[in-house]
């Protein structure tokens, strides 16, 4: 992985180029930055990492690949972080001569150790792993131009905590690490079963092989990517009982003593002979002019599909419009043979002609009436309202009102010319969900992909809150309203809590007409560095609802200094300069010298930036915020509903490199943030700001400190006891807060 670290890497020496055996042994640690390489003879080429966990213990296997270019043997000798509390099995090497050794290290010999080898070779890549427990190995020769392999091996036991279980493998930060080829592997048994497995660090592949037993893999895109492995699993008695487990993590400058929250939910497995709710399902087609050709051929097959999935005994209508409204029957009507042959017979008879009344349709299709105990609305569109209502507030609160029934609307824009924030107002209002099917894309298997998932909800309208009356436990729930929940989902809300005692949460719902609660005691002093992901991922989905309200004020045309909209924007700002979450609205803030960015200002020609301070940049944003609001369709309004969903749906905490997506629907990746647990740095110009510093940026430090100098030394412990020194790692300039006082670092390169 472009990581040296998840354990590891790499050579530190002057090149030698023919000459004898080193004496003195190539360190191989994390965080070698690529700058550098050419510099050191000894190199990671591959890292094999195979965890097996068994009933929470875990054995976890490395297998180092190290390369000497040079044209003389070396010398080299690994330097391994790994968790506290881990056991070493095993070392092995497949050269030759004498076989080496390895011994774990506590901490306070592994500070020794890792402070020589700082100051040795004067790179502050390498202060990350500063307070790390360590493996290291006697010195063990590689010969010239060659290869060899260095298996470690360690096991440890897995706390579990309410039925979670926690697994870190520790690796560089660094996004300037080593181009090292990754693999990685977990393999995890248990006599419970396995009820959901997540990591908050890297994108997965999840394969079950029973409810015991499951693999799980990187993906090829999160390959690339550094950082500490996390992942956390939950089991549960049997897959009749729920699962539910928390992730706590304290805000240290909170006044009322309270943290972050993260509830992870999986819902009991449904008995497969258990009687099914019925199902009302009204398909509304779009069959205006603009439809014509494979997109109406689509359409149909999507809608035929829908009816060969309803089970004897649900019901359907079909709805079709363009300038006017039409419908199979006047009300839905109970799946037999007679009833699809006939719809198969209407849907074939569908033209494509005219303009587009959304509001009438929409209407026709919650029109009040007899309904199954499950009503859902199918809604497909390829354009803007150009009959009957045009306005976007107005269609939305027509549907809101006319929905009495409380029908679940999945709504479907196809292609780009559709008013994307009402599609999405209109199917959230109603717990429902909106897709869109880009150009190019399916009708038929979107439609397909979100019908197969609706075969009745497993709770209905969930809430969540502690069950103390008299106090405000829990604050800020994202999402703030929680949608229906259907077989497979796994229930995630994440918000903030007050106090630091005990707590019980509640999660409720209807149930297959059945009141069901399901609760789990809460503990914030069981939270910690493992939870450190919270307060970013939590932050990151309350931006992605800051920016939706945003898109749903727009709909009124407001004044961007009206006071409610000024006051969404500031606290966008505020979070996102706070956590380093970079939206479209505030890319601007992370801009390297004398780079455009795809969302923002550019620096000035001289690398110097003027968007300084939060009155200027809350200024940026609302002009931003101003300019994309108009776009209400098109790529411009598409890309905002998928950049705020990416940001509301998100479950990824630790990515370094953040993904925009722009008005031309392609993905953009944003840098210029540095993060490591709950500190945040942002590049400004010619350096890197802690965010807490962001408003002070101009103020000059209390003190300026050079890295290898006697000062830095001194500082040394305080950035360990602090746990920034890993923001270090890219060099350059930082300022940041350090033991209470502005500190300019000065790394060099």
């Keep these: 992985m472009r990581s040296a670290a998840a354990a590891l890497v790499l050579a530190l020496a002057s090149f030698c180029s023919a000459q004898p055996v080193e004496h003195h042994p190539v360190d191989v640690i994390p965080q070698i930055r690529t700058r550098h390489l050419e510099r050191w003879p000894v190199q990671l080429q591959r890292a094999d990492a195979k965890v097996s966990i068994n009933d929470q ?138 009820a959901s497995i997540y990591s908050p660090s890297h994108e997965v592949q999840i394969e079950r092989r029973s409810n015991n037993e499951a693999r799980v893999t990187l993906t090829s895109s999160a390959a690339a990517q550094p950082g500490s492995f996390r992942l956390a699993y939950t089991t549960r008695a049997n897959k009749h009982e729920p699962s539910l487990t928390v992730f706590t993590y304290p805000d240290y400058s909170a006044a009322d003593n309270g943290g972050y929250f993260m509830l992870m939910a999986q819902l009991p497995e449904l008995d497969a002979k258990r009687e099914r709710v019925n199902r009302e399902v009204t398909i509304v087609i779009d069959r205006s002019g603009s439809m014509r050709g494979e997109k109406m051929e689509q359409a149909r097959q999507a809608a035929l599909q829908i009816i060969e999935g309803l089970r004897p005994g649900e019901s359907f209508n079909i709805i079709d419009y363009s300038d006017s409204v039409e419908s199979f029957k006047p009300a839905p009507v109970v799946k037999d043979d007679d009833t699809t042959r006939a719809a198969k017979a209407y849907i074939a008879r569908l033209e494509a002609n005219g303009g587009t009344n959304i509001q009438d349709a929409l209407l026709t299709a919650l029109r009040p009436g007899p309904t199954q105990p499950l009503p859902l609305v199918l809604f497909l569109t390829d354009g803007l309202p150009t009959v009957g209502e045009r306005s976007e507030v107005a269609i939305r609160n027509a549907a809101e009102k006319a929905n009495t029934a409380n029908r679940r609307i999945f709504s479907f824009g196809v292609g780009l010319d559709v008013n994307s924030p009402l599609l999405t107002a209109i199917s959230t209002t109603s717990r429902g969900a909106p897709t869109f099917v880009l150009p190019k894309e399916d009708v038929e298997v979107k439609v397909s992909q979100v019908f197969r998932r609706l075969d009745g909800p497993v709770m209905e309208a969930p809430t969540l809150a502690t069950s103390e009356t008299a106090d405000v436990r829990i604050r800020e729930l994202q999402p703030g309203k929680l949608m229906d929940v259907f077989e497979g989902d796994q229930v995630v809300v994440l918000g903030r809590y007050v106090g630091d005692r005990p707590f019980r949460l509640e999660l409720a719902g209807n149930s297959f007409g059945h009141e069901q609660k399901f609760a789990i005691n809460v503990d914030p002093a069981a939270g910690g560095m493992k939870s450190s992901f919270v307060p970013r991922l939590w932050a990151t989905r309350k931006i992605g609802a800051l920016i939706e309200a945003v898109r749903q004020s727009g709909a009124e045309a407001r004044d961007p200094n009206d006071p409610k909209m000024k006051e969404l924007v500031d606290e966008i700002v505020r979070l996102s300069t706070k956590f380093g979450v970079l939206t479209e609205y505030t890319a601007f803030l992370a801009v390297e010298p004398g780079q455009r960015n795809h969302f923002g200002v550019p620096a000035d020609s001289d690398g110097s930036w003027h968007v300084g301070g939060l009155p200027a940049m809350r200024k940026e944003a609302a002009r931003r915020v101003e300019e994309r609001n108009q776009a209400r369709s098109g790529g411009g309004g598409v890309s905002q509903e998928l950049n705020s969903r990416e940001l509301r749906d998100a479950l990824i905490s630790d990515s370094k490199v953040q993904v925009i997506i722009d008005e031309d629907l392609n993905r953009v990746e944003v840098g210029g943030v540095q993060f490591m647990n709950e500190h945040t740095l942002i590049r400004r110009g010619e350096r890197w700001v802690e965010s807490t510093l962001i408003e002070k940026e101009n103020e000059p430090p209390q003190r300026t400190i050079k890295f290898g100098t006697e000062a830095f030394e001194k500082i040394m412990p305080a950035l360990a006891k602090e746990n920034k020194q890993g923001l270090l790692a890219r060099g350059g300039t930082v300022y940041l807060m350090l033991e209470n006082q502005r500190t300019l670092i000065e790394l060099g390169e």
Aim: glycine share 2%.
């Design 57 to 194: 213990v875990a054995t976890t296997t490395l297998v180092l690949r190290l390369f000497n270019p040079s044209r003389s043997p070396m010398e080299a000798r690994v330097t391994l972080p790994v968790p506290d509390g881990i056991t070493l099995r095993s070392m092995a090497y497949d050269g030759v001569g004498p076989e080496p050794t390895a011994t774990l290290l506590p901490r306070d010999k592994a500070r020794d150790i890792y402070n020589s080898i700082v100051n040795r070779y004067k790179d502050p890549a390498l202060l990350e792993f500063l307070s790390s427990t360590l493996i290291q190995t006697s010195a063990f020769p590689i010969p010239a131009n060659s290869s060899q392999n260095v298996t470690i091996v360690y096991e440890q036991i897995l706390t579990a905590d309410a039925g979670r279980v926690d697994y870190i493998l520790p690796r560089s930060e660094s996004v300037e690490s080593t181009s090292t080829e990754w693999k990685l592997e977990v393999s995890i048994k248990s006599q419970s079963p396995v």
